[in-house]
């Protein structure tokens, strides 16, 4: 089974699956960016937000490094 942490560029690389990055309030997850499903994909849609890489048929998650930045960019200000 393949780890969801691996090396790039000499630092490590973690993939967060939608749940964590929205949150999921039924099982107590606190989200990194507080925004609904529906808003997250029209924010990829609109090119707001990063879009995921698939990791098999059904399984979509998020490069840690995409979201860092992305946080750091709401952080700034800029949309």
Excluded: H
Aim: net charge positive; charged share 30%; with cysteine.
């Amino acid at each position: 089974m393949m780890n969801k942490e691996c090396m790039a560029g000499g630092q490590q690389l973690r993939f967060y699956r939608l749940r964590e990055i929205i949150g999921d309030r039924k099982n107590g997850i606190a989200g990194i960016i507080p925004v609904s499903r529906a808003a997250w994909y029209a924010g990829i849609k609109e090119g707001r937000y990063p879009k995921p890489v698939k990791l098999s048929e059904r399984t979509s998650a998020w490069r840690s490094t995409d979201i860092d930045a992305l946080v750091a960019r709401l952080s700034e200000g800029v949309q």
